[in-house]
């Protein structure tokens, strides 16, 4: 009998008793059974007087795949594939050439691909690729007897999708318990929750903290930001060069200092997103400041601040120091073969550091490496991703002791079949276009999704609000309760603006931003109402309180417009006073403050009035208004009880006062953009998701839409460009900067400025892709707007122009 120890590929011309008991007894010894018929199983089980759910747990957990109807494979039961052998290769080959086959072959042949190898993946869009990295795992943690989950790292490429990836193991892991009731699979679960699983800087900072003694880290490093000191290191850099080489200096004397620092800070802000150490002797940063002198002036003002800052950090680091931390070559002395396994998701990705830093790391340790990502997708090259990384390792790769096998998934489980193949033949357009884009043959993905239903891509015109207001009603009106729609973006400022006339037409709108929460309007209006405490005679301090959900009330513009000073405060003073204000000011003198806004809440309903507000406005020009003014209310609900309890975390422990609480909220206003806006989860559907494409990147949506389509790639806007080009051991820096009405650049920048536009096209091309690639049903596309020529090739439309009839 064979002994698979992880899947099985089996056909049966006709299923008999015998033949069910082996497959039941493979799949409650944990092996996956990929099930090809002849036949219809229902019947095959109903035949064999079989419980037409005896195979219902192994299904629905992923252990058992059915593929029925299966004709020309053979006249007799045969056996097709045990692991990663091919036992009958004909009909491999007959299932494999069959697309509308549902047996993956691409996902199986990774998952079971020899232990020793290393692997690269390119994997397009929804093509299915965490379920094949937790699936090899899973059959080397089967195959392999030297190999535990908690010698495994597998990097990603956000926290989000950190905390996913081990979340789908162990969910898959459970299943496997499930269907077999094998206690190992519980101590598979314990292995896999010790298991490195995180960005790869938090690996980093492992890495560091286990073995940063061999370049100068004694102890544990504490990761912080240095904005400040970062400036204070640029000033003290630009007082060196004034104390030391005045006539340098005398180059920047007519601009204001704070305009000089700004420029110096954002180029150190671009070379730190590209893992760029100024001061590393591996690889030696050259402005070629000797053509001219300000050019001097900028190597060294920089060079200084780095060796200022340096020597304040000890052992604290900024998220940029672990990249170069990396580069170091002595800190690998303190690595063992601890990791036998090393798994790196979206690796196109990954910047010239982290690439180097893999290699190493599978030299120093013997892991075994699999990369996944698509070129394609490859949009963060602000950070020093570039679209060439999997040729970048395969270089690095190519003096290991393991073979690179190269791999490709192409089956999309995502996107309606139709609809894929016009984003196919759009990029097969754009690939002509584009020098710094490529999309030949082998990058097309298909899909057998929706065959029956074909959509088609929808363009549509619309510049006029109340034209726009309607489509995204209808749009939000005509989905299924259960359907997501998204607009997508390329910048936070569109974003900004479709927010703002979503907010203006009671359209649902959820915004995916970071740290927007003490800009929310239940925060602003909480803000309002403690200076309405505190402020007790401020006109415009009582105005804007008045028109808060707290009190709510209508105002006599004509007393506002018409009256002098005197009248203003006494009316407005009189509206509070009537609505018993002067109770909550009064009590703010010998109460705890924190009681106090309990009682505030409970008595004044701003919930209740928010809601009643908004179901006032959206009742004019909405039918649904019932509904809107519900979910909006939820949400200003969801963040008024936020802030409470930060505030009673932030002061239950300290006496404080009114006082206190004002000037907390005003900084946080201010400066805080860490703590996100809270939503209701269970009703997102309900809202319009509205996200950057960079954002988006990895979600799919059951409808997307592209609502500005003629944003310039190429702009002259930007006070400070960059361009890095490597040349051996040097990494020569060009640069672009405007100080006042004057503009500097170095010959590098010029050099290198022609083909820097076409390496911004190609990426603007992969944001397109990415965006076009989240959607599973529908996509729209706002075709109003400046028609950019298509010859010059600077927009989204003028990517698109001729794929599509849009006319």
């Known amino acids: 009998m064979l002994n698979p120890k992880y899947s099985i590929g089996v056909y049966y011309d006709e299923l008999v008793e015998e033949d069910i008991e082996k497959v039941y007894s493979y799949l409650s010894r944990g092996i996956v059974v990929h099930l090809f018929l002849r036949g219809i199983l229902k019947e095959e089980l109903e035949l064999n007087e079989y419980d037409l759910n005896t195979f219902k747990l192994p299904k629905d957990n992923n252990l058992l795949f059915v593929y029925e109807e299966e004709t020309s494979l053979s006249s007799e039961n045969i056996i097709i594939f045990v692991d990663n052998n091919i036992l009958n290769k004909e009909a491999y080959k007959n299932i494999t050439e069959n697309r509308e086959c549902e047996f993956n072959k691409d996902q199986y042949e990774i998952i079971t691909a020899p232990v020793d190898d290393n692997i690269i993946v390119t994997s397009g869009a929804g093509t299915g690729k965490t379920t094949t990295m937790i699936n090899r795992l899973i059959y080397l943690r089967s195959v392999m007897s030297d190999f535990t989950f908690d010698q495994a790292v597998l990097i990603t490429f956000t926290n989000k999708a950190s905390i996913e990836m081990k979340e789908r193991l162990l969910e898959v892991l ?7 009731n094998d206690i190992k699979y519980l101590d598979y679960m314990e292995e896999a929750a010790k298991g490195s699983i995180s960005t790869i800087h938090k690996f980093a900072k492992k890495i560091l903290n286990k073995s940063g003694r061999h370049i100068g880290i004694n102890k544990d490093i504490n990761v912080r930001s240095f904005k400040y000191k970062r400036q204070e290191a640029v000033n003290n850099a630009l007082n060196k060069i004034y104390k030391e080489e005045s006539e340098l200096f005398s180059l920047i004397k007519y601009y204001p200092i704070y305009e000089v620092e700004r420029v110096i800070l954002k180029m150190w802000e671009i070379l730190d997103n590209y893992s760029i150490d100024l001061l590393s002797n591996k690889v030696r940063v050259d402005f070629n400041f000797e053509e001219d002198k300000f050019t001097e002036l900028i190597s060294k003002t920089l060079k200084y601040a780095q060796e200022i800052l340096d020597y304040d950090k000890e052992n604290e680091l900024e998220i940029s120091d672990l990249m170069k931390k990396l580069a170091y070559e002595d800190i690998f002395k303190g690595i063992d073969s601890t990791y036998k396994v090393i798994m790196i998701d979206e690796f196109q990705d990954s910047d010239n ?19 996944v990502g698509d070129e394609k997708q490859s949009i963060y090259r602000f950070r020093g991703a570039e679209y060439t990384a999997f040729d970048k390792l395969k270089k690095l790769l190519s003096n290991s002791k393991r073979e690179v096998k190269e791999y490709e998934m192409t089956r999309n489980y995502r996107t309606n079949y139709n609809i894929l193949n016009e984003i196919n033949r759009i990029f097969i357009e754009v690939d002509k276009k584009l020098e710094c884009f490529n999309y030949k043959e082998k990058d097309y993905i298909y899909s057998n999704k929706d065959k029956d239903n074909p959509k ?18 209808d749009l939000l009106e005509n989905k299924k309760e259960d359907e997501s729609i998204a607009v997508l973006f390329r910048s936070n400022s569109d974003i900004k603006e479709f927010k703002e006339f979503c907010d203006r037409n009671n359209i649902l709108c959820m915004v995916d931003s970071t740290g927007g929460f003490y800009r929310h309007e239940a925060v602003r209006d909480f803000y309002i109402m403690i200076k309405s405490i505190i402020d007790e005679r401020n006109s415009r301090t009582m105005y804007s309180f008045i028109n808060t959900p707290y009190i709510l009330e209508d105002i006599d513009k004509n007393i506002i417009l018409n009256g002098n000073s005197k009248d203003k405060n006494e009316f407005l003073y009189y509206i509070l006073e009537k609505n018993n204000w002067n109770y909550f000011r009064e009590s703010s003198n010998f109460k705890n403050p924190i009681i106090l806004i309990d009682e505030i809440i409970e008595k004044l309903k701003p919930v209740k009035n928010y809601y009643v507000k908004v179901l006032l406005e959206a009742k004019k020009n909405q039918h649904n208004y019932v509904n809107i003014a519900k979910m909006k209310a939820l949400e200003y609900k969801l963040n008024l009880e936020h802030l409470v309890f930060i505030l009673k975390k932030e002061f239950s422990e300290n006496i404080t006062s009114i006082e206190q609480i004002e000037q907390f909220l005003k900084v946080k206003i201010s400066t805080d953009n860490l703590v996100d806006v809270r939503k209701p989860k269970d009703y997102e559907n309900d809202y319009i998701q509205c996200s950057t494409v960079h954002k988006a990147k990895g979600l799919e949506y059951d409808y997307v839409v592209l609502d500005k389509l003629t944003n310039r790639f190429l702009s002259n806007s930007r006070k400070v460009n960059l361009i890095l080009k490597p040349d051996g051991d040097k990494l020569l820096i060009g640069y672009k900067i405007r100080l006042g009405e004057d503009e500097f650049k170095n010959k590098i920048y010029s050099d290198n400025l022609k083909y820097e536009k076409k390496e911004i096209k190609g990426e603007e091309a992969r944001l397109l892709y990415v965006a076009l690639t989240r959607c599973k049903k529908g996509i729209y596309l706002n075709m109003s707007g400046e028609l950019a020529a298509t010859e010059s090739l600077n927009t989204w439309k ?3 122009g001729g794929t599509i009839n849009y006319v």
């Open 798 to 800: 003028s990517l698109i």
């Open 456 to 473: 088609e891509i929808t363009c549509f015109n619309v510049s006029d609000n109340l034209k726009r207001k309607e489509f995204f009603d």
């Open 353 to 371: 550091t982290q690439i180097e830093f893999i290699s190493e790391l599978e030299k120093k340790t013997g892991a075994r490496i699999l990369v």
């Open 174 to 180: 459970d299943k496997y318990f499930r269907v077999t």
